[in-house]
C-alpha cells in the first residue's frame, strides 16, 4: 500500500487527523519538500511529533530513481507525504500511476492547499478563480522579461473576468544557489511590475500559520513593502462580485477605486 499524505500549509499540526492516523500507522515513511515545504517546521521536529523516521527525497529520488519507494510499498504500508495537498503535482500523479502499473494498492488522504485558503483568507469566490500560474526566478528561466506561460495566463484570466493565483518560485537544491530560495511577493511584484505597473495585486503570506497576512496594492507599490517571513503568493484579481469587493478592501485594506467591481 501506498498512501499519500498533504501535510497542509504551515506546521507538523496542520495535518488532518485521517492523515496522522495513516502516517502514524505506516511502516515506512518518505517526504519530498521541493514543490512546496512547511515552514514552520522542520523534518526533525515532524518525527518527534509523530514518532516516525521520514526519509526526504529530492526531486530525482521521486521522479528519475523511485523504485525503493515502489518497492517497499509491494511488501509494506508506505507513507508518501508532501505539504499542502498531495496531488497538487504531477510528480505525484506520476508516482501514483507507476504504483498501479506495478499492481500496488494506493490512496490519498487530502491536506489543505494554498488556493483553497487564499480563496477564505482575501474572500475571494474560488469559483471565480481561472488557470493558476507559476512566477520563476530570471535565473530559472533564462530569458528576459516575464514568460509568456505568466503573461498569457494573466492577460486570459483578465479577458474572461477571473481572479489568478500566481505562484511565486522555490528553489531547493538548485545548481545556482548555496541555500533554498523563496520568491517573496516584493520580488515576484517587483517582476510583474515591468509589465503590470498599475495592475491591482493581492498578497497572501503564511497562509495556514497563526499570523497569515494579506495586502493589497498595485504592483509597483507591493514592490516596495515588505511582507515577512515566507511562504508568500500573489493574487490578481479579475472581476470582483460587491462582495468580493468588500472583502478586499476590508480584508486586505484595497482601493475600491482601483478594483474591476461588477
Excluded: W
Excluded at 500560474?133 to 528576459?144: E, I, K, N, Q, V
Amino acid at each position: 500500500m501506498l498512501t499519500f499524505i498533504g501535510l497542509g500549509l504551515y506546521d507538523e499540526r496542520s495535518i488532518t487527523v485521517a492523515g496522522q492516523q495513516a502516517l502514524r500507522n505506516a511502516d515506512r515513511a518518505y517526504a519530498e519538500f521541493y514543490t512546496s515545504k512547511l515552514i514552520g517546521t522542520t523534518v526533525p521536529a515532524l518525527e518527534s511529533y509523530h514518532d516516525v523516521e521520514i526519509e526526504v527525497r529530492d526531486r530525482a529520488g521521486v521522479e528519475q530513481h523511485p523504485e525503493d519507494i515502489l518497492e517497499a510499498a509491494e511488501e509494506e504500508d508506505v507513507a508518501f507525504l508532501t505539504a499542502g495537498d498531495t496531488m497538487i503535482s504531477t510528480t505525484h500523479v506520476d508516482l501514483r500511476l507507476r504504483a498501479h502499473d506495478r499492481g500496488i494498492e494506493t490512496r490519498v488522504i487530502h491536506g489543505v492547499t494554498a488556493q483553497t485558503a487564499t480563496s477564505a483568507l482575501t474572500g475571494l469566490q474560488n469559483y471565480r478563480f481561472g488557470k493558476a500560474t507559476t512566477l520563476p526566478f530570471p535565473y530559472a528561466h533564462g530569458a528576459d522579461g516575464l514568460p509568456a506561460s505568466v503573461t498569457g495566463t494573466i492577460d486570459d484570466n483578465r479577458a474572461d473576468g477571473l481572479h489568478t493565483v500566481v505562484y511565486l518560485d522555490i528553489k531547493v537544491g538548485h545548481e545556482r544557489i548555496k541555500e533554498d530560495e523563496y520568491m517573496t511577493a516584493d520580488v515576484g511584484a517587483d517582476l510583474l511590475a515591468e509589465e503590470y505597473p498599475d495592475l491591482v495585486g493581492v498578497v497572501v503570506a503564511r497562509a495556514g500559520s497563526p499570523d497569515p497576512l494579506v495586502e493589497a496594492g498595485t504592483m509597483t507599490d507591493l514592490a516596495d513593502r515588505t511582507f515577512g517571513d515566507p511562504l508568500h503568493l500573489l493574487v490578481i484579481p479579475g472581476e470582483c462580485h460587491l462582495l468580493e469587493a468588500d472583502a478586499l478592501v476590508e480584508l486586505a485594506g484595497a482601493d475600491r477605486d482601483a478594483l474591476n467591481v461588477a
